[in-house]
């Protein structure tokens, strides 16, 4: 039973253009929200987070929204730059110190 | 500051071997996690130790165990090796609560022949 889910394995976008990365969820007992940026060989590093209480966190050129009512969560990034192109994991846990719980990743191509 | 060390980088066994997995987490924290990644799975979580002591363990099989030293440096361990084990291991610490930000190793990639 998948908790979070990234449906979309894979998206490309040109440089300069807004990226849209999607993620769902199912356990709604789930109140904090992570986004990680992973490079081949290396560790995921933490890019940006929001809590349940908030819709929207915004650093840099990295916007997360959150919509609580239908389960969704997802990861803006403008403008798109050649560097940013990795795989990106959302993850979601709940208040009680329970795991972070991970979607299986959407490869983003950023195409100059 | 000196972020999540993992060692080995890579290793190669063979079936029914066993294998350990160092994870020095940063100074200061005192979880670590552990998880398994695999072409297609994404992340999934093995189990954590917070104080030297299994707070949270994933859906893996007994082969699968851990532990924690009181420098908060922690060890995987996985007996009777099987070629499904194949992945990249990663560990992750944080400071206390495990749900707030987790830095990451680079990971240990284990192949199993």
């Known amino acids: 039973d998948q908790q979070v889910k990234q449906n979309s394995p894979s998206l490309s976008v040109q440089e300069g253009r807004i990226s849209i990365l999607n993620c769902d969820y199912t356990?709604?007992?789930?109140?904090?929200f992570l986004w990680y940026k992973k490079y081949p060989a290396e560790g995921p590093t933490f890019l940006i987070s929001?809590?349940?209480?908030?819709d929207k966190n915004e650093d840099g050129r990295f916007t997360v929204f959150l919509n609580k009512s239908a389960k969704h969560l997802s990861l803006h990034i403008v403008p798109s730059q050649p560097g940013d192109s990795a795989v990106y994991f959302c993850?979601?846990?709940?208040?009680?110190?329970?795991?972070?719980?991970f979607g299986k990743g959407t490869r983003l191509s950023v195409i100059a | 500051k000196a972020g999540v060390t993992q060692t080995p980088r890579y290793l190669i066994k063979t079936r029914g071997q066993q294998v350990t997995l160092s994870c020095s987490p940063i100074s200061g924290h005192r979880s670590v996690s552990w998880y398994q990644q695999t072409p297609g799975q994404g992340l999934q979580f093995l189990f954590e130790y917070f104080s030297e002591t299994q707070r949270n363990k994933g859906n893996f099989p007994g082969r699968f165990s851990g532990r924690q030293f009181s420098n908060s440096r922690s060890e995987m361990n996985v007996s009777t090796l099987e070629l499904g084990d194949s992945a990249l291991y990663l560990c992750a610490s944080s400071s206390d609560r495990q749900n707030t930000e987790a830095f990451f190793g680079q990971g240990t990639r284990l192949t199993v022949v």
């Open positions: 356990n709604s007992m789930f109140d904090y």
């Open positions: 993850a979601a846990s709940s208040l009680w110190n329970t795991p972070l719980v």
């Open positions: 929001i809590s349940s209480i908030k």
